[in-house]
């Protein structure tokens, strides 16, 4: 279930990948930091759900799948045709933009797994 809303979302975001005609304006604005707002267990909570998604043999294959069928467009699309090619270019980056978020994430867990784990100690 996790998996499918995750490879929807990532579908949706390509999908709506500001073309070079859009101005500054329309651009998506820089979301705050969700970690801040969430508790230590929250945050191990959500690494771990990272963590799954990032070992699920679907998307890994899912996300491979289609930064090959960008790259494929990539090597079809006319070198004079700089929107579709900056556009396919875009696409890359978000993919790559994914999975290092998740990345993020775990690491972010194991940062508060740290901070639950010292609590209590002293350090002298």
């Known amino acids: 279930m996790l998996l499918s809303r995750l490879?929807?979302?990532?579908?949706?975001?390509?999908s709506r990948l500001p073309s070079l005609k859009s101005?500054?304006?329309s651009t998506w604005p820089r979301p705050a930091s969700v970690q801040r707002s969430l508790s230590p267990e929250d945050r191990i909570?959500?690494?771990?759900?990272?963590?799954?998604?990032?070992?699920s043999s679907l998307l890994r294959e899912a996300v491979y799948t289609e930064e090959m069928n960008i790259l494929n467009q990539m090597r079809?699309?006319?070198l004079s045709d700089k929107e579709s090619h900056t556009r396919l270019v875009m696409a890359l980056q978000m993919s790559?933009?994914?999975?290092?978020?998740?990345w993020r994430m775990i690491n972010d867990g194991n940062e508060a797994a740290e901070s639950i784990r010292m609590r209590g100690t002293r350090l002298d």
């Open 7 to 14: 490879v929807n979302r990532i579908k949706t975001l390509l």
């Open 45 to 55: 909570r959500r690494a771990e759900q990272a963590q799954e998604l990032l070992s």
């Open 23 to 25: 101005n500054p304006a």
């Open 76 to 78: 079809q699309c006319s």
């Open 96 to 102: 790559s933009a994914v999975t290092r978020n998740l």
